[in-house]
């Protein structure tokens, strides 16, 4: 009987991981279909209005993400060429900087470029021109995902190149192959399959990207399915329209991700390995004007954005602004909601993996390990603000919500962020089990002493990265906090936000540099614990 157990042990992670999100699906679902109304839904989708939201929702996510990954083909190549110098490593550096960056910090730094009174607008005045406005609506929208997304793509290029074999680099140098040749014959064939996976992922973060929208939509004209469910909530207070504008949500959430599945076997986010360039390119002087393009094109999506902020937020640090009691309040709660969020995120993804490396060899249980990487995914279906307004009402009339606000927010952030940590962790938690899952048997190794000493110092620094990316996404939310916040439960994105719409610059500009320097200390302070930081 005990022998039994151990055999099954495997399970209870997994299963336990799995019982915690369906009880989160099941409350909010709960509290969905007690508002459902079948014929407000149908109001709803006869509503001209509503099919234009739900079209621009759709196409500013397509927009953005062709934009994004073709964009990011010649500054990835670029990158990969010129690897071996220190500033291109530096630049590709803060490329995932950019991706990780909370979203309002982004947002500021994309307004000191691209706003009114921005660089661009400033020097078209400075060269006799007029002040320029484009910022806000559509093209708003797309420059910051742009921002946060091209980078994000980029980089997963440069892994794909980064699996070329030397020997393919020598022998196209040998064959004096042109620049057009050598990207058709060694390198296209190398990224095709990676950039098709990464442009689903970016699809599906621009489909539901709440915090761009509110801050540059610039109203009801260019506004998405997520952003219209909070203010039906939070403005109008209409329940039943938020639950049917959700529903439609989930709809075509659900197309999205079933076209995502069926047209990649895997969707990889972040290749957990070493980047290894050698100087393995013939360099011709024709090719130097690829070379300009793909630099230029990192300096205006995302390193002017970032220079931007650092420069604003440290001319506007003083100590009056730095100690004020509403700044130090919401940085507290940003510290608390955020690293409870990345553990908890952490945790169940934890839990997850080790049940689904098991099964992976046990070859007849595979679909018990497909639906619990749904699980794992049903965020991508279920958007965030959706599931914190079925708790909401699930709970409103059994627990005092503004009390347990804390808790939804992190739980609902854990889950939100749940994806990351299995794409990120994933690769090496599943690699680490198939170099060693023969050995562990047979000397009868399992469970924490498995996990101490053959699992954790080969996945420690994907562990790093994973509650990094997990907590910093947290960090930086302003969805859940102004759905469930209060004067009493204020993070720092809600705090630069409240500051922003004051037109308070100064005061946002150092919650942006608290933010921004809690973020950091987070993605390159893990990595160092682990005594491994990535390129």
């Not at 490593?89 to 691209?114: D, E, Q």
């Not at 004209?221 to 207070?237: D, M, P, Q």
């Not at 992976?360 to 958007?383: A, Q, R």
């Not at 500051?499 to 942006?512: E, L, T």
Request: hydrophobic residues 50%; proline residues 3%.
């Amino acid at each position: 009987m005990l022998q039994n157990y151990k055999n099954i042990s495997w399970s209870i992670p997994g299963f336990v991981a799995l019982l915690i999100i369906v009880s989160i699906i099941s409350i909010s679902f709960v509290g969905v279909a007690s508002y459902f109304s079948l014929s407000i839904l149908n109001e709803i989708i006869s509503d001209t209005y509503v099919i234009k939201i739900a079209i621009f929702t759709v196409g500013q996510a397509l927009l953005s993400t062709i934009i994004s990954v073709l964009l990011s083909i010649p500054f990835a190549l670029f990158t990969a060429k010129y690897y071996q110098h220190t500033l291109v490593r530096l630049i590709l550096s803060l490329g995932w900087l950019a991706f990780v960056t909370p979203v309002i910090i982004g947002v500021f730094g994309i307004i000191k470029i691209h706003g009114v009174s921005g660089f661009i607008s400033n020097t078209s005045v400075f060269m006799g021109g007029q002040s320029l406005n484009y910022l806000y609506g559509l093209s708003g929208i797309i420059l910051a995902h742009i921002f946060f997304n091209m980078p994000f793509s980029a980089r997963n290029i440069v892994y794909s190149l980064n699996n070329i074999p030397e020997e393919t680099w020598r022998l196209s140098a040998q064959l004096n192959l042109s620049r057009w040749q050598v990207f058709k014959f060694i390198e296209w064939p190398a990224i095709r399959n990676n950039i098709f996976a990464t442009a689903g992922v970016i699809f599906a973060l621009c489909f539901t990207s709440f915090a761009v929208v509110l801050t540059l939509g610039g109203g009801p004209k260019s506004t998405i399915l997520e952003v219209a469910i909070y203010y039906a909530l939070r403005i109008e207070f209409d329940i039943d329209r938020a639950i049917s504008l959700g529903i439609i949500q989930i709809i075509l959430a659900s197309l999205i991700v079933i076209a995502i599945v069926i047209s990649n076997k895997s969707i990889l986010i972040e290749p957990h390995q070493k980047i290894k360039f050698d100087k393995i390119y013939k360099h011709k002087s024709t090719d130097y004007i690829i070379d300009i393009l793909g630099v230029t094109i990192g300096i205006v999506t995302f390193l002017l954005p970032i220079i931007a902020i650092i420069s604003s937020s440290l001319m506007s640090i003083s100590s009056e602004l730095l100690f004020q009691w509403k700044l130090l309040h919401a940085t507290l709660w940003s510290l608390i909601l955020g690293l409870s969020s990345g553990l908890l995120s952490l945790s169940i993804g934890m839990g997850l993996l080790v049940t689904m490396r098991e099964l992976l060899f046990h070859k007849k249980y595979s679909w018990i390990t497909k639906v619990i990487e749904f699980s794992g995914n049903i965020i991508l279906i279920f958007p965030p603000i959706l599931l914190g307004v079925g708790m909401f009402l699930a709970l409103r009339s059994k627990i005092d919500i503004f009390t347990s606000a804390p808790l939804l927010i992190i739980t609902i952030n854990a889950i939100t962020s749940l994806p990351f940590i299995l794409r990120i962790l994933g690769p090496e938690f599943m690699r680490a089990g198939k170099m060693h899952n023969k050995l562990c048997k047979s000397l009868n190794i399992r469970g924490f002493v498995r996990f101490r000493y053959i699992d954790f110092p080969v996945i420690k620094s994907a562990i790093a990265s994973a509650f990094a990316v997990s907590a910093s996404m947290a960090l930086g939310d302003l969805g859940m906090i102004s759905l469930f916040g209060s004067p009493e439960i204020t993070t720092l994105p809600l705090y630069i936000y409240q500051s922003m719409g004051s037109y308070k610059m100064d005061q946002a500009s150092v919650g942006i540099t608290v933010l921004m320097l809690l973020t950091l200390t987070l993605i390159y302070g893990s990595e160092k614990i682990t005594g491994e930081q990535n390129d």
